[in-house]
């Protein structure tokens, strides 16, 4: 119990260092563009550097964890993300100016990116099958938590502390992180696909899980196109990157982004009223998720992304008339609907699936391509929105998102499987033997 409760509290700090390191900018974008006079172009590249960082981050987790390990990957991410927090207000002090924040926010990134990747890896493969679910749906849990510290952070110290201080403040939860890692063993199965059954067999009994470890897996590396190759692994593969696009394709980027400008966009006041809705919106992410992790282990993966995507499309549809009827407290009303269907659906399931899907072999890599692809639209999105909403404005810009809910819906109901409570040595036999998607684990 000791170790699960350690592993919750990893999955929980590095969540919430990802949700305050891309959510903290959204209340200090307008300051950070008045203080250097920047372009719409030019604010989108300040926010969408951190997400460069990520990108990197992600596609390297594969080769770092496959050859350090779990544990020393996790430590990585956090001191780079420690580095990157403290260059933010010591940066500006030496060479004030945009490129000095955007160095830094893409070290930041750079520790984000690979958590982002390997955490979850490291939750799915030491937590017992029965909690794997509510574990790795911590994460999701932890992102929203971090997103509501980030957007409370400007709302309590507008007017009392530097935008460099307010982004500054993520150190604490970048140490804080360093320091759990401390306190956990490496994955076993990690250990065991290097040859060091010994110590396998050791943290998998501190862990709990010796019972549920299958026979030693081939190290990843050179069989991956060999195994990419078997069964129903391709498809996997498409499955858990297609999600992540759905994911960032859906609408959460930009509303995590600039949600003060969507709500100034809408019709409320800037400044405190448009931070107090952005709290709001915040505050409802973090309930929503809670009943998701509650629930995925109960009513399974499979029923929340359905009836989750659909809920996220309705919502949508109704900020679209609202926006164009110019009802600000009904759009406001249909983004918080949104975002309970969006935290009990598309925000913690891809995170959950990957972690389950791919087979021990491939599964830093497939994982790692997986991760990059969602830091890829994150920042496409990240990147283009305000020019977006220039363009087609505010209500073309959210059908958009529309349309991505529905295919999220489409491919919920074709092809994703069910495998809550099902160990991960029979996923990956039932994906080796290239059962379809639909029918993998205990959707058969």
């Not at 999955?11 to 974008?29: D, E, K, P, Q, R």
């Not at 779990?70 to 010591?90: E, F, N, T």
């Not at 998102?401 to 819906?409: A, G, I, Q, R």
């Amino acid at each position: 119990m000791k170790t699960l409760l350690l592993t919750a509290s990893l999955v929980l700090l590095f969540g919430i260092l990802f949700g305050f390191s891309t959510a903290s900018i959204a209340g200090v974008v307008g300051a950070i563009t008045e203080a250097f006079a920047l372009s719409t172009r030019a604010t989108e590249m300040v926010v969408t550097s951190l997400l460069v960082g990520c990108f990197v981050g992600a596609a390297a987790a594969a080769p770092v964890s496959a050859r350090i390990g779990r544990r020393p990957s996790c430590l990585l991410a956090a001191l780079l993300a420690m580095a990157g927090y403290i260059l933010i207000p010591l940066g500006q002090g030496v060479a004030a100016g945009p490129g000095m924040l955007v160095a830094a926010r893409i070290l930041v990134g750079l520790g984000v990116g690979l958590s982002s990747m390997v955490v979850p890896m490291y939750a799915a493969e030491v937590t017992p099958a029965r909690h794997r679910g509510a574990v790795v749906s911590l994460f999701q849990l932890a992102i929203t938590i971090g997103i509501l510290i980030g957007y409370a952070v400007p709302l309590v110290l507008i007017g009392r502390a530097s935008w460099q201080q307010m982004l500054g403040g993520g150190v604490l939860i970048a140490a804080a992180c360093a320091a759990i890692v401390l306190l956990l063993p490496e994955s076993p199965r990690w250990l065991r696909s290097r040859g060091m059954s010994a110590r396998a067999e050791a943290a998998a009994r501190a862990l709990g899980i010796a019972a549920e470890m299958g026979e030693e897996r081939a190290p990843d590396g050179a069989n991956w196109r060999a195994v990419l190759g078997r069964g129903a692994t391709m498809a996997v593969l498409v499955l858990c990157s297609v999600l992540f696009v759905l994911q960032n394709f859906s609408g959460i980027d930009g509303i995590l982004y600039y949600a003060p400008h969507i709500f100034t966009e809408l019709g409320f006041p800037a400044g405190v009223a448009a931070l107090a809705a952005t709290f709001g919106l915040g505050l409802f992410n973090v309930i929503a998720t809670i009943a998701a992790m509650a629930l995925v282990d109960r009513l399974g993966r499979r029923p929340l992304l359905i009836v989750g995507s659909a809920a996220m499309a309705a919502s949508l549809a109704a900020v679209i008339v609202a926006a164009l009827a110019d009802w600000p407290w009904v759009a406001l009303a249909g983004l918080c609907a949104y975002i309970v269907a969006f935290a009990l659906s598309l925000g913690p399931l891809p995170y959950v699936l990957m972690s389950e899907l791919f087979p021990s072999a491939i599964r830093e890599r497939g994982i790692a391509v997986a991760s990059a692809t969602s830091w890829l639209f994150n920042g496409i999105v990240a990147g283009t929105f305000l020019s977006v909403v220039q363009g087609i404005g505010l209500a073309g810009t959210i059908g958009i998102f529309f349309v991505v809910c529905v295919l999220s819906l489409v491919v919920a109901l074709l092809f994703v499987p069910e495998t809550r409570r099902v160990g991960l040595e029979e996923i990956e036999a039932d994906v080796l033997d290239g059962r379809p998607l639909r029918h993998l684990g205990a959707g058969g």
